[in-house]
């Protein structure tokens, strides 16, 4: 009776809901609605595509490093025609080709499908994020996208098609630079000229979507991810030789679809966190968002081998309700019992927020500590099933990255956004997280100045973990221009500001290629 009753009166709601999504979609089009943080100062797109050597540089650029480091992030090629969300824009990669001591700056858009669809109509067709706010824009949005399938299946058209992004981030995989975005398959880009190769499947063998942050082993040179999906409580594990053979794919099962955007690898275990963002159809039939934070679900973080041929050999633990965007790094660690007997412990790090928002309401409140990240240490006992969760730092800290020479290994040094205390979406410098001694350094870019994530680059030739660089993007508010930023990464010390012929909006997530990678790419 009751659930009878629920449906009815979702009913009788739904042309309320639709009537009140069009008036919004009107009220936008007339340019009635209030201003869009995310196309505003610098989150607003660039229209240039440049190529330009850096002539302005305070400091000097090293001499030991040589390659390109590049940073996806989104970049609408043109002005939204409904509710915007910094996620919804055409993914542009932005690079610095370092040599010598010199560099050299390019961006370019990733042609995707979308792109050169909306492209070539000159206007935007398929929204982004904000459709899975409300029932109107959801249903515009699957039309679009079925009417485009019907279209390519009518022309003999055997690929599939989904208008992603690609915006999202960067991974170096046998020979390819990957573009990636959690919802779809990755693209190809060609080094230094980013140019889009186009999509990327594995050669045919991947038939579901990959997530925005793979791990690669740097024993093995073997890649993990995953795929999410938002129509079915189910995440699909795979992993690919380093000549990028597909071995295996594993289904793992759900108990309701959530967004999964971030998972951490061992030397012999994988960790998925099915956190408590949901995603359900229900709540867009009753004119609420598809997905929300269910604050009285657990999280659940499950610890499987990597080469598991089923789910039957994950082993799940639960802990306190919070979110985690992004992991830093997973290692296992032998320890002895009260008893004297051993047990392995599966470490796991990362940066949690006691809630989220997937549509950032909450920014315009200004700071809200349940929604502001800080880097946690897990231990799951493999043995006991025990959780420990500790806050190693109560600095605000987002992006994490390490030197990736260590990934799925114990590492001592790690790194972090340090975010703005207003929750600004951007860092005022960067942490220095030292897990041995628990202590913190920290760099501020100082006044008017503003980053994002910064890449670890090892020098030439290094021999310590921290012997090396971390470069990123940075933004001068005053001068609305950005600089390549580079610091050591052992003392913490600025290196050099390399000033570039136009802004840099602000984005996700970068990557270093190297000059042996560049050179020898398919």
């Not at 070539?120 to 899975?132: D, M, R, V």
């Not at 824009?137 to 299946?153: A, D, E, G």
């Not at 470069?471 to 001068?476: E, K, L, N």
Request: net charge negative; glycine share 8%.
């Amino acid at each position: 009776m009751g659930n009878s009753l629920s449906i009815a009166m979702t009913v009788l709601r739904l042309p309320f809901i639709v009537l009140d999504d069009s008036l919004t979609l009107v009220r936008h089009s007339l340019g009635l609605s209030k201003p869009n943080i995310y196309l505003e100062q610098n989150f607003a797109p660039v229209k240039r595509e440049l190529e330009s050597d850096i002539v302005d540089v305070q400091g000097e650029i090293p001499q030991d490093i040589d390659g390109m480091y590049c940073r996806n992030g989104p970049n609408p090629q043109f002005p939204p025609n409904g509710p915007h969300h910094w996620f919804d824009g055409d993914g542009m990669v932005h690079g610095v080709r370092v040599a010598n001591g010199t560099a050299q700056y390019v961006n370019k858009y990733i042609k995707t499908e979308k792109y050169m669809l909306e492209n070539a109509a000159k206007k935007p067709l398929y929204g982004g994020l904000s459709n899975f706010a409300r029932p109107l824009p959801f249903i515009s949005y699957m039309l679009n996208t079925v009417w485009t399938v019907i279209k390519y299946k009518a022309a003999g058209r055997k690929k599939r098609f989904f208008p992603t992004t690609t915006n999202t981030a960067l991974r170096f995989f046998n020979g390819r630079l990957l573009a990636l975005m959690e919802a779809w398959l990755p693209y190809q880009l060609q080094v230094p000229s980013l140019e889009t190769v186009g999509e990327y499947d594995f050669n045919g063998q991947l038939r579901h979507p990959m997530t925005a942050h793979p791990k690669l082993d740097p024993k093995t040179g073997e890649l993990f991810f995953f795929g999410a999906r938002i129509e079915k409580p189910e995440v699909l594990y795979s992993v690919v030789s380093a000549d990028g053979k597909l071995l295996s794919t594993v289904s793992i099962r759900l108990e309701v679809p959530v967004l999964m955007h971030d998972f951490a690898m061992t030397e012999k275990y994988i960790i998925v966190m099915d956190l408590p963002l949901t995603a359900r159809i229900e709540r867009l039939l009753k004119g609420e968002p598809l997905f929300a934070f269910e604050q009285d679900r657990p999280s659940r973080f499950g610890v499987l081998p990597k080469y598991a041929k089923s789910d039957s050999e994950i082993k799940w633990f639960e802990s306190g309700s919070c979110y985690v965007f992004h992991t830093l790094n997973a290692y296992e660690e032998e320890v002895t019992q009260e008893d004297g007997s051993k047990s392995i412990v599966v470490v796991l790090y990362g940066c949690r927020a006691a809630r989220t928002d997937a549509f950032f309401s909450s920014v315009a409140g200004g700071v809200d500590e349940d929604y502001t990240p800080r880097l946690y240490r897990w231990g799951f006992n493999m043995s006991t099933g025990e959780v420990t969760e500790e806050e190693i730092s109560p600095f605000y800290a987002e992006f994490p990255t390490i030197n990736e020479n260590l990934m799925g290994r114990r590492n001592r040094y790690a790194y972090a956004a340090w975010m703005s205390d207003r929750i600004e979406l951007a860092s005022k410098g960067i942490l220095k997280f030292d897990l041995q001694t628990n202590s913190v350094t920290k760099l501020e870019y100082g006044e008017n100045l503003s980053g994002g994530e910064a890449v670890f680059v090892s020098r030439v030739g290094a021999q310590d973990e921290d012997d090396g660089y971390l470069a990123g993007f940075v933004y001068d508010k005053t001068k609305d221009t950005s600089c390549f930023y580079l610091v050591d990464a052992k003392t913490m010390a600025t290196v050099c500001r390399a000033w570039l012929p136009q802004r840099v909006p602000y984005g996700f997530h970068g990557t270093w290629v190297g000059a042996e990678q560049i050179a020898n790419q398919q």
